[in-house]
């Protein structure tokens, strides 16, 4: 919950990347909140009251999420399809805008290799829109690195291509969220 409130403001793909990862920890316990708070919640010993209590309703809130959304087996909850779809929309934005020839230039040093990963998926897969593909290929990195399991140089090129480019996005995406506040309170 620290982490992903954090993210949610700093880093849009990391923060996606983070709650795929908590989706699935809390489909390893059935989304049961008691088996989690048990189990999972409870190594957290050095946490205030007040912390602690935040960090139950929001792991509560996602089980019952999950359970709502009938995403227990698989799939993602609307709160993460939502940013999603906006990091895509943003990215659109930027491709067509004149404003980030370096972000355009990001993309198509990038864009080989969301070809590459097109070309080498399942139909699901081939569906996804770029930035979710580039999203699922490093969860999968990510999975295959926490199982130990090595990973080849023109892969690791790859990763830290994508990894730069959504992070660019990410980048954007946090100065205009900053832009449009301050707008708002009419100190732009």
Not at 36 to 56: G, H, S, W
Not at 110 to 138: A, N, Y
Not at 156 to 170: N, W
């Amino acid at each position: 919950m620290i982490i992903a409130e954090k993210l949610r403001t700093e880093n849009r793909a990391e923060y996606l990347l983070y709650m795929w990862q908590v989706e699935d920890l809390l489909r390893v316990w059935d989304c049961d909140f008691f088996r989690i708070k048990a189990e999972y919640l409870n190594r957290f010993q050095d946490l205030t009251p007040e912390v602690r209590e935040r960090m139950e309703t929001w792991y509560a809130e996602l089980c019952e999420m999950m359970r709502a959304e009938g995403k227990m087996q698989h799939g993602h909850l609307q709160i993460c399809l939502n940013t999603q779809n906006a990091l895509e929309e943003f990215h659109a934005k930027l491709l067509q805008s004149k404003d980030f020839p370096y972000y355009a230039q990001m993309y198509r040093k990038v864009l080989p290799e969301i070809v590459e990963l097109r070309s080498r998926g399942d139909e699901r897969t081939k569906q996804l829109s770029e930035i979710g593909l580039m999203l699922e290929f490093l969860y999968g990195i990510m999975l295959l690195r926490l199982r130990k399991q090595p990973v080849g140089n023109a892969t690791s090129a790859a990763v830290k291509d994508i990894s730069a480019l959504l992070g660019t996005l990410s980048d954007y995406v946090k100065r205009d969220d900053i832009a449009a506040t301050l707008a708002c309170e009419g100190l732009n």
